[in-house]
């Protein structure tokens, strides 16, 4: 992991116990209705494997686990690895797998048939985000589902939504990078000026 990587996952490791309580507030709506509106539009099958990549604590994958056949979920942090694994553990779901992996390399190399995210993807500059994309593309999913800061038109830098950490992009560039890994876009969800949720698939 490189150093900047460390410090973010360092970060999030240290706000693991608070995360759930702070995000279940009324200040962080749009973060819970881009939750809910990418929990919608992944729409797992009873026997689809969904990756859920930034899964922090869980709540996108253990959501999803009700549906799926099997969810596996993906952070950086420690932290946020222990408190998803916890919870999991607690509501005794055994189809959940909570472990180490980044946008850029998952470290799952097996069948996946739906990649999901939310509110992750931003900490990775465009260049990144690129590579983050067709990493996705190459696990052959049928649809991915992305939740995340995103500029709906021209960003104003006196009126920044969000702080350190964040390098939203513009819808634009999201989509054309989705439709050149061979995605197929079937919805763009306008949460904030600042805040989306697209969903993509492929032909099966």
């Not at 026997?47 to 869980?58: A, E, I, K, Q």
């Not at 694994?85 to 799952?108: C, H, L, S, T």
């Not at 049928?142 to 006196?158: H, Q, S």
Request: hydrophobic residues 40%; contains cysteine; negative net charge.
């Amino acid at each position: 992991m490189d150093e900047e990587l460390k410090e973010l996952a360092d970060r999030f490791s240290q706000m693991a116990d608070h995360y759930d309580e702070k995000h279940d507030s009324e200040e962080k709506w749009m973060y819970n209705a881009c939750a809910s509106l990418v929990i919608e539009h992944a729409d797992p099958r009873p026997n689809d494997v969904v990756l859920d990549l930034g899964t922090g604590t869980g709540l996108i994958a253990l959501a999803l686990a009700e549906d799926a056949s099997h969810v596996v979920g993906r952070d950086i942090s420690e932290g946020m690895i222990e408190k998803a694994q916890a919870k999991a553990a607690d509501r005794g779901m055994k189809n959940v797998e909570i472990g180490y992996g980044e946008f850029r390399d998952p470290q799952y190399d097996s069948k996946v048939d739906i990649v999901v995210s939310n509110f992750a993807l931003h900490h990775l500059p465009d260049e990144e985000k690129r590579e983050a994309i067709e990493t996705i593309a190459d696990l052959d999913p049928r649809r991915f589902v992305l939740g995340d800061a995103m500029f709906f038109g021209a960003p104003n830098p006196e009126e920044p939504l969000f702080g350190h950490g964040v390098d939203g992009a513009t819808v634009g560039m999201l989509v054309d990078e989705l439709t050149d890994a061979g995605f197929v876009m079937t919805a763009v969800e306008r949460v904030h000026d600042q805040v989306g949720v697209l969903a993509a698939e492929r032909d099966e």
